[in-house]
Nanobody
């Protein structure tokens, strides 16, 4: 019963920046981890980054470390993904997701019960 809405996607040149936002509403009290996934054309949906609501601990895949930063504003039930130094291979639909897993950083799509509709990020060369 968690509702998620993403925004902030768009078209950007290589080397540019975008900030994605995810607004959460509903049963947020049972959601322990928020994550960002992406799905490029012809590819499987893949994990990008996650943050624990209560501790603020974060985890990101190696391909985006140093370029992407996940953060949250707990009182607003908002999660952000700041994306810098964007590359054409970052082009994908980006999804915000919520997990009820108590421990760790879930990295598989089936570990997340709630999903947003996705926002398109296109990086041109």
């Amino acid at each position: 019963q968690l509702q998620l809405v993403e925004s902030g996607g768009g078209l950007v040149q290589a080397g540019g920046s975008l900030r994605l936002s995810c607004a959460a509403s509903g049963r947020t009290f049972s959601t322990y981890t928020m994550g960002w996934f992406r799905q490029a054309p012809g590819k499987e949906r893949e994990f990008v980054s996650a943050i624990r609501w209560r501790s603020g601990s974060t985890y990101s895949v190696d391909s985006v470390k140093g370029r992407f930063t996940i953060s949250r504003a707990n009182a607003k039930n908002m999660v952000y993904l700041q994306m810098n130094s964007l590359k054409p291979e970052d082009t994908a639909v980006y999804y915000c997701a919520g997990s009820r897993d108590v421990l760790g950083f879930p990295r598989q799509p089936d570990q997340y019960a709630y999903w947003g509709q996705g926002t398109q990020v296109t990086v041109s060369s």
